[in-house]
């Protein structure tokens, strides 16, 4: 079979993947993405904070993408069934399920000439020392790219055979389950949050004009006592502290909660020679700081600076990937510690109140990490 070359092969159709290959695109290189799946993915992330939506609107794509979503501007948190805090975006953020959101992207990227491979399973990355040469599929299909790009969520196989290390720990003390229900009165409303001193959280909100995302989050002893006996039971544990979202209690019943798994990650590098990593290949931080998808926009939009101001010199690339990525990682260590920090006072109100930093959860990484623009030549 013959070998197709290109500028970039990007590893992974989710957020950071299509996002990254529009931004090539549109500068004219060569961008093939390869995707395991047949689709693009349908992952747990719904909301898109103002950080995220500054980068889309540096490119023309916010508009896009709030057209379709639904715009909100406060969350309300509570402890024990008692509101604690009302947190404001100012300009606000947008609720949309992350395939529609995603597949927004996509349909960008196909109309700028970028190539998707879908159904497409990686059988060997061929290395040259530390340099990414070929990546052939198990079809036989075989790709020479002059830069690689890991966007391949948190068991990427691309940061798997560069062998750059990695430290991934699950956030084991709440077991995290999600169902989609018909939305009520109270989650059009607002979006709740609750915690309790016994460490649960339940979290309510609308993902559309006709339905509802509910979290719920268990020490891990009950939930196996809750969803073993059944939803009766999660019932009479939501009324212990979930105090202003009744009206959905009638449609938990019959929901199908599917459980998730939430670990962080933290890796070593981003970069080596001509291959780099991005979003959760690179880094994950606990879902509760809504902060995963605004960064990846932002590293995605740096790493195509880096990428086209290289312009195919390797050694170029790989002092401006250190230069200007690998830096990344201080706002990345900022985030996952802060959602650590987050999940660690979950039980105790004034703890919680404590790990709560506005300015890392609505406008995402201080300035003082904040890249400097990269001047294009
Ligand atoms: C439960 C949950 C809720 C979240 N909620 C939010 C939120 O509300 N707001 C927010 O900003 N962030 C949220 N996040 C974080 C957000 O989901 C991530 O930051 C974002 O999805 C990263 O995008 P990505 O492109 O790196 O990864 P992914 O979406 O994981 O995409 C990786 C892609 O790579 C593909 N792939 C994997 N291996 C291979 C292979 N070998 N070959 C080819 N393809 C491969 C996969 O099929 C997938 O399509 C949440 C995360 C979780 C877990």
Redesign the pocket.
């Known amino acids: 079979m013959a070998t197709t070359s290109c500028d970039v092969a990007i ?7 299509c996002f990254l290959a529009l931004l090539l695109a549109r500068r004219g290189r060569r961008v093939v993405v ?4 047949p689709a693009i ?1 349908a ?7 103002p950080p ?1 939506l500054r980068v889309l609107a540096r490119h023309g794509l916010a508009s896009l993408v709030e057209r379709h979503g639904l715009k909100r501007d406060l969350i309300r948190y509570y402890h024990d069934g008692d509101p604690i805090q009302d947190c404001r975006f100012p300009g606000g953020y947008v609720i949309r399920p ?1 395939r529609d959101l995603v597949e927004t992207i996509y349909a960008r990227c196909a109309m700028e000439g970028a190539r998707f491979w879908f159904d ?3 059988d060997t990355i061929e290395m040259d020392g530390g340099h990414v040469e070929e990546l052939t599929l198990r079809d036989g299909r075989r790709l020479r790219p002059a830069v690689v790009v890991g ?3 948190v ?3 691309v940061r798997r055979a560069l062998g750059i290390g990695q430290l991934s720990i699950p956030y084991e003390r709440l077991m995290m389950r999600v169902a989609t229900v018909p939305l009520s009165a109270s989650v059009a409303q607002l979006n709740r949050l609750y915690f309790s001193s016994e460490g649960r959280l339940a979290y309510f909100y609308p993902i559309d004009r006709e339905r509802a995302r509910v979290f719920v989050g268990l020490p891990p002893e009950e939930d196996k006592e809750v969803f073993q006996d059944g939803v009766p039971r999660l019932l009479d544990t939501l009324k212990e502290f979930v105090t202003d979202s009744s009206d959905s209690f009638n449609d938990l019943l019959p929901a199908t909660w599917i459980p ?1 798994k ?1 670990s962080s990650l933290r890796v070593a590098a981003y970069h080596q020679d001509n291959a780099a990593l ?4 690179a880094f994950a931080c606990h ?1 509760m700081t ?5 960064y ?1 926009l932002r590293d995605a939009e740096i790493l195509a600076d880096v990428v086209c101001a290289a312009d195919g010199d390797h050694a170029l690339l790989d002092h401006l990937l250190h230069a200007r990525y690998e830096p990344r990682g201080l706002a990345h260590r900022e985030l996952i510690d802060y959602g650590d920090a987050l999940v660690a006072g979950f039980r105790d109100r004034d703890a919680y109140l404590r790990a709560f930093r506005e300015d890392l959860h609505v406008f995402g990484e201080a300035e003082h990490v904040r890249q400097p623009e990269l001047q294009l030549t």
Do not use: N
């Not at 992952?43 to 904070?49: I, M, P, Q, S, T």
């Not at 809504?290 to 605004?294: L, T």
């Open positions: 590893v992974g159709a989710g957020l950071g993947g390869i995707e395991q799946g993915p992952a747990g992330a719904d909301f898109l904070k995220g992350y497409a399973e990686i966007a391949d969520g068991k990427s196989a998730i939430v991005l979003g959760s290949a879902p809504g902060m995963g998808m605004s990846t």
